[in-house]
């Protein structure tokens, strides 16, 4: 069965820019690259109005095993802290696990 690992983020205007180069060229190539991914989709909601942008990345694991194998991986604790300490406190994450309808 399918699953998406959807990752939401509020950020900050003033930090946007520097947060989208990060992203792409950083963290997003850095989890994909793993062997439990088979890539990812970045999306910003446009209809957001206010002082924070709001972005989603939907990563794509190769089954829910992989997905659970990363979940409990040291790759998983350094990417997590490597984000944290460039944008612990200022950008706002929620992570979620979805599971295809059958």
């Given at each position: 069965?399918?699953?998406?690992?959807?990752?939401?983020?509020?950020?900050?205007?003033?930090?946007?820019?520097?947060?989208?180069?990060?992203?792409?060229?950083?963290?997003?190539?850095?989890?994909?690259?793993l062997p439990w991914f088979n890539g990812a989709q970045f999306y910003k909601?446009?209809?957001?109005?206010?002082?924070?942008?709001?972005?989603?990345i939907l990563y794509e694991p190769k089954?829910?095993?992989?997905?659970?194998?990363?979940?409990?991986?040291?790759?998983?604790?350094?990417?997590?802290?490597?984000?944290?300490?460039?944008?612990?406190?200022?950008?706002?994450?929620?992570?979620?696990?979805?599971?295809?309808?059958?």
């Amino acid at each position: 069965m399918k699953c998406q690992y959807v990752v939401r983020a509020s950020v900050p205007r003033n930090l946007e820019s520097e947060w989208i180069t990060w992203m792409r060229e950083v963290h997003i190539p850095k989890l994909t690259a793993l062997p439990w991914f088979n890539g990812a989709q970045f999306y910003k909601n446009v209809s957001a109005d206010n002082s924070f942008s709001a972005y989603i990345i939907l990563y794509e694991p190769k089954s829910r095993n992989d997905l659970a194998a990363y979940l409990e991986s040291k790759e998983c604790r350094a990417l997590r802290a490597e984000n944290d300490e460039r944008y612990g406190g200022k950008v706002i994450l929620t992570r979620e696990i979805w599971h295809e309808e059958e």
